[in-house]
């Protein structure tokens, strides 16, 4: 179970991509992820494997918003992220009401990829390899 929830004070015009995913890499450890670009950044950026926290750099997306439903790819500031989104459904909204306006884009899909983090012993790091996680990612561009 995933729960997204944000609270604090957003400024006029603010905007994000964001990604999230939670399931099993393919050595079988239990993998969630959670990347953003803009609003809050990296600190809000980490990745948890077999329930161990392991803070990331910010997200970076790659990917064509007049073409959602197309490849994403995502990776980290750090390096410790190269992820691939193959998206297979979307849900959109595109609102004007003159003084509030929203483009919001949420693709589900699988996520594939590779997570390369410290090993908690001995220095050296760990690659964590993802084969379709299931997760979402978005694109939201709002003037409230």
Request: charged share 20%; with cysteine; hydrophobic share 40%.
């Amino acid at each position: 179970l995933g729960v997204d929830h944000t609270r604090g004070y957003l400024a006029r015009r603010t905007a994000w991509r964001w990604a999230y995913m939670m399931g099993e890499t393919t050595q079988g450890k239990t993998v969630v992820v959670n990347l953003v670009e803009g609003f809050v950044g990296e600190p809000e950026c980490s990745v948890w494997i077999d329930g161990v926290l392991h803070p990331v750099g910010e997200g970076r997306f790659a990917y064509d918003p007049a073409e959602p439903l197309s490849p994403w790819r995502v990776t980290t500031t750090c390096g410790a992220v190269d992820l691939q989104f193959k998206p297979f459904a979307i849900h959109r909204e595109k609102k004007d009401l003159v003084i509030v306006k929203s483009n919001f884009l949420q693709p589900v899909g699988g996520w594939s990829g590779t997570v390369r983090l410290p090993e908690a012993r001995g220095g050296g790091s760990a690659t964590h390899f993802l084969d379709d996680v299931p997760g979402v990612s978005e694109h939201q561009d709002v003037l409230w």
